[in-house]
């Protein structure tokens, strides 16, 4: 009897005025407004299909790829009843005109506000007592159309306009605590530079070779506290070695380039680093500078293993294009804003799939990144289906039962620890035969 009872009380807290898809769960519907509101996209007056709605569109729409956008709607029900009130399906052109009239920026506005709570929430690893992070870029393809092709092509003779960002991920659970993003003719360091003051204080961010830049790592190390950075250096970069901790470990001076002062003055003529090179190396990277100067708070031991967390970020981009975005070529807008709105729901959704991956590693004692995101990401879907589809009250105790058996079959086995191999590019199989053949 007692067992009934709590059915019937997990019964009566879940249907009490109580949204049951993924999103309300972990976004509030105060976060939503606020971000309608302070863009001032709220409706004014009573559609049938308000800002409000609009935006779990597309957050539906980041993560069921493989669905029509009738259907995502149908899904997260955001059809409301017309003048007899009843509900009747919502045609296309309404829920396409809804999501232009919503726009960018609160989606926008969204993440920002998710990606700052959710991080402060998120347990994170540390070295030396610093949260490690990670920053890299990515691309996302859009539709060839005149508006698009604004946003400019990876390289010459390529098919498809293409999006940059560079996003801020936590490499424990590859949470994205902060995003840029916008048109490839700018450089990964601009978007980068849009980042600064993002990470949180006490921090450790791992940076790609690529983003060597003395006026962003000064910035990156002074717009917070502890906000340490570290970067692979470059087998032509020039330093003064000024003071030696080891025969692996040096205090150095680098010069800053003519083209760097006249664009930041205040950098001088040199700046300062740790030097740490790599005892054994395995591979083209032979050792990283950081400022992480101290060698006391912050031992050579520890910094010279850190780096190889970098690949966080590499993983977490895998499985956002291959799994959560199911390996499409291009994004579905075909307008530049619509292109910046979708790629903020893409990330804000993506965010979403790793909270419910954190939640299922604590129930089960595990870590965040043992739990299989594909795996996690369908059984958000086939979540919101049921939520959607299935209102009796007595099928509901059973449904959430199961989802929370589930999350057992998610559990990956621990990574098994591989040696560091040297990066290399394969030779592309040429598509007609050679015309060079020598005659004998």
């Not at 003395?214 to 002074?222: I, Y």
């Not at 330093?239 to 950098?267: G, K, N």
């Amino acid at each position: 009897m007692s067992e009934f009872s709590k059915e019937l009380q997990v019964t009566a807290e879940f249907c009490h005025d109580r949204p049951t898809d993924v999103f309300s769960k972990h976004i509030p519907m105060e976060w939503v407004e606020e971000a309608v509101k302070q863009m001032g996209r709220a409706s004014l007056r009573k559609r049938r299909f308000p800002a409000e709605q609009a935006v779990w569109l597309v957050l539906g729409i980041g993560l069921q790829r493989n669905r029509p956008i009738q259907n995502v709607c149908d899904n997260l029900e955001l059809a409301f009843p017309d003048a007899d009130g009843e509900l009747s399906p919502m045609a296309t052109s309404s829920i396409i005109k809804g999501k232009e009239r919503l726009g960018s920026e609160p989606m926008r506005y969204l993440f920002k506000t998710t990606a700052e709570q959710w991080e402060k929430q998120s347990e994170c690893d540390e070295v030396c007592g610093l949260r490690l992070m990670s920053v890299d870029g990515t691309y996302f393809k859009t539709h060839n159309t005149e508006e698009n092709q604004s946003f400019g092509f990876v390289q010459k003779g390529a098919a498809f306009p293409s999006v940059l960002a560079v996003t801020l991920m936590s490499t424990s659970n590859h949470l994205l605590s902060d995003a840029a993003f916008g048109p490839v003719t700018n450089s990964e360091i601009s978007y980068a530079q849009q980042l600064v003051g993002s990470a949180p204080d006490d921090s450790l961010t791992l940076f790609d070779r690529g983003f060597m830049s003395a006026e962003l790592l000064t910035s990156w190390a002074g717009a917070g506290r502890n906000s340490h950075w570290l970067i692979p250096i470059k087998e032509k970069a020039r330093y003064e070695i000024t003071e030696s901790f080891s025969e692996y470990d040096h205090l150095i001076d680098m010069p800053v380039s003519p083209q760097a002062q006249r664009q930041a003055p205040y950098l001088g003529e040199s700046w300062q680093a740790r030097l740490i090179l790599i005892p054994t190396p395995q591979g083209d990277i032979k050792g990283f500078i950081t400022s992480c100067v101290c060698p006391e708070k912050y031992p050579f031991e520890a910094l010279v293993k850190v780096y190889w967390q970098r690949w966080e970020i590499e993983r977490g981009y895998g499985e956002l294009k291959q799994y959560q975005l199911q390996n499409k070529p291009t994004l579905r807008s075909k307008k530049a804003d619509g292109v910046y709105q979708e790629v903020w729901g893409i990330l804000t959704s993506y965010n979403i799939v790793r909270l419910e991956m954190a939640e299922i590693a604590k129930q089960h004692q595990v870590e965040p990144l043992r739990i299989s995101f594909i795996g996690a990401l369908f059984l958000i879907m086939d979540e919101m289906i049921w939520s959607s589809n299935t209102r009796t009250p007595g099928a509901i105790p059973k449904h959430l039962k199961t989802l929370r058996e589930n999350g057992k079959r998610l559990i990956l086995p621990k990574k098994r620890k591989r040696p560091a191999y040297p990066r290399a590019v394969l030779n592309k199989h040429k598509k007609y035969p050679c015309k060079k053949a020598t005659r004998s």
